[in-house]
Structure formats: structure tokens, C-alpha cells
């Protein structure tokens, strides 16, 4: 792991400060200059080499720990480190973006139509048998809440979805695809619970997990077609 004391930083005009101390920490951090868990310089040795008070520095780099980038640990041992990537908070913020652009249900399901259409495209091609067994535990978890006669099946759909995204085998249509799901599903547990809904679910699941296992890629996109738009169509009934 490089040694964070030979990335240097340069001094910065006052009136760009703050985005100029940001541009230059994310920099080296995104081109891999600073690895996760590397600890950046002290906040004193910061604002030597950028040229600015410790109190603009400090500012920065909660913005940067805002963003995910670093955490920064109080107390002996102390100081700020570069994170690990987390597919989750990237996820929480881009749903919160989409809240905040007060995305519609058609437009989510338009995007869904869009992107889990490719989804199992890649799925069907790419999906490995730990990925088939991970679809069927929540299709089978499911159908056995559905037996035990509790009709909410949100999580089990959650689940299922996030493990076809896996088995996509590409980091950004996962991050994307679960930054729409989080939205669409809190709508679907306001109005469930609705047994025939969760029905559809689980025959849907399977006939999805079916058609991928035969890497049959043009019936999984047929099927994911008709599953987005029949809860579409299901969600619009029963928020009326």
C-alpha cells in the first residue's frame, strides 16, 4: 500500500479552496494514490502543503466523508481514511436524488423496463449456479411465507431482484437498479398486503429463474417485460 506521506498536495487560491482541496483529495483517491484504508496527513500537515487554515481543511473533509470517501475516527489513532467502496451508500444516494427529483411510479417503472430488461439479458449469459441457488432461496422463502398465509412478500422480492442484478455481473446496472427498487417497493408495502400480487410474484420469479438457468436470454426479456408491467398496472388499481 503506498505510503500517503508521498502524496503531495499543492497550495490552492482562497476564492477555490474548498472545491480545490475536494478535487485534489477525490483525485488521488479515485486514480488509486491513496488505497482504502490509507489514513490521509494530518489536518495540520494538510493545510501546510494546500496553503489554507485547518479549519477549511476539516470543512473538506467532512464534505468527503459526506460523500462516502473517508471516515474520519476520533481519539487516539485517529484521523481521516480513505473508505472502502460501498455499493449501498452509493445506492441510498442516488434513491435520495430520485426522491428529491420526486420521481413518478411511471417514471420508475419506464426506467425498470429499460434496465432489468438488460439485466437478465446478462443474467441469462452470465449467471452462475451460486446465483441460480441465491434467485431460488428468495422465490422458496416466499412461497413459504405465502403458505404460512403472511401475504407480504416485499423483502422475498427484494431479495430475488437483488440477486438477479448480481448475476448480471456489472457493478453499475446493480447500483442503478437498486437505487429505483428502494422507491418503487416502499410504494408497494404502503398498499399491500395483496395476496394475488405476491402470487404473481413468485410464479413470475420462477419463470424468470427458469428461462435464465436455460440461458434462454429473448423469454427472460419477455417475461420481464410482462412481470414490470403487470405491477404496474397493479400498483396504479390500487393506489386509486
Known amino acids: 500500500m503506498p505510503d500517503s506521506h508521498t502524496v503531495k498536495f499543492r497550495s490552492v487560491r482562497v476564492t477555490r479552496a474548498s472545491d480545490d482541496v475536494l478535487r485534489q483529495i477525490k483525485?488521488?483517491?479515485?486514480?488509486?494514490?491513496?488505497?482504502?484504508?490509507a489514513r490521509l496527513p494530518a489536518e495540520k500537515e494538510l493545510a501546510e502543503q494546500f496553503g489554507l487554515s485547518r479549519i477549511t481543511i476539516r470543512d473538506a473533509l467532512r464534505v468527503l466523508e459526506s460523500q462516502g470517501l473517508v471516515e474520519i475516527k476520533v481519539g487516539a489513532g485517529g484521523g481521516a481514511f480513505v473508505t472502502q467502496p460501498d455499493a449501498q451508500r452509493l445506492s441510498a444516494l442516488l434513491t435520495d436524488l430520485l426522491r428529491l427529483q420526486k420521481a413518478s411510479m411511471k417514471e420508475l417503472v419506464e426506467a425498470r423496463l429499460v434496465i432489468e430488461t438488460a439485466i437478465v439479458t446478462f443474467a441469462a449469459e452470465r449467471a452462475t449456479v451460486s446465483d441460480f441457488e441465491a434467485m431460488q432461496r428468495a422465490i422458496d422463502a416466499a412461497r413459504a411465507g405465502r403458505s404460512l398465509g403472511d401475504p407480504r412478500f416485499t423483502s422475498h422480492s427484494v431479495d430475488f431482484h437483488i440477486a438477479l442484478a448480481e448475476a448480471a455481473k456489472n457493478p453499475v446496472l446493480l447500483f442503478t437498479v437498486s437505487s429505483f427498487r428502494t422507491l418503487f417497493y416502499e410504494t408497494l408495502d404502503k398498499l399491500l398486503p395483496d395476496d394475488a400480487m405476491a402470487q404473481r410474484a413468485?410464479?413470475?420469479?420462477?419463470?424468470l429463474l427458469n428461462a435464465i438457468k436455460a440461458r434462454d436470454d429473448q423469454r427472460a426479456r419477455e417475461l420481464m417485460h410482462k412481470h414490470l408491467t403487470y405491477f404496474q398496472g397493479r400498483v396504479q388499481k390500487l393506489s386509486t
Open 27 to 37: 483525485a488521488s483517491i479515485l486514480d488509486g494514490k491513496l488505497e482504502p484504508g
Open 202 to 207: 413468485i410464479k413470475d420469479h420462477q419463470q
